[in-house]
């Protein structure tokens, strides 16, 4: 069975960071491309960071310089480290693998 399970959000101030992290069990995760998608109310989910698997990356044009997917196959860990975090940045993060596998989601506030 797959499982993605997410870590890493909270409450940030304007310019901060924080670090996400998607653990992957159940699932041949070097093979997959894999990205980063965050939704807020009453939007749709929206593209945020991909990595393929042969590790090349792109990012949606709002983060580009702030934040960084990666992924470490010997945990089976996608990350993204975001960096000068503003309100637009706000919603809940969810990690995707492949076509078909999603996380739960994680709260990602900025605030002052």
């Known amino acids: 069975q797959v499982r993605l399970v997410e870590s890493g959000g909270g409450l940030v101030r304007p310019g901060g960071s924080l670090r996400l992290s998607c653990a992957a069990s159940?699932?041949?995760?070097?093979?997959?491309?894999m990205g980063w998608y965050r939704q807020t109310p009453g939007k749709e989910r929206e593209f945020v960071a991909r990595?393929?698997?042969?590790?090349?990356?792109n990012y949606a044009d709002s983060v580009k310089g702030r934040f960084t997917i990666s992924r470490d196959t010997a945990k089976n860990t996608l990350n993204l480290q975001m960096n000068s975090l503003n309100s637009e940045d706000m919603g809940i993060y969810y990690c995707?693998?492949?076509?078909?596998?999603w996380g739960q989601g994680t709260q990602v506030t900025v605030s002052s």
């Open positions: 159940g699932i041949n995760f070097r093979i997959y491309d």
């Open positions: 990595i393929t698997s042969a590790g090349f990356t």
């Open positions: 995707k693998i492949g076509l078909a596998y």
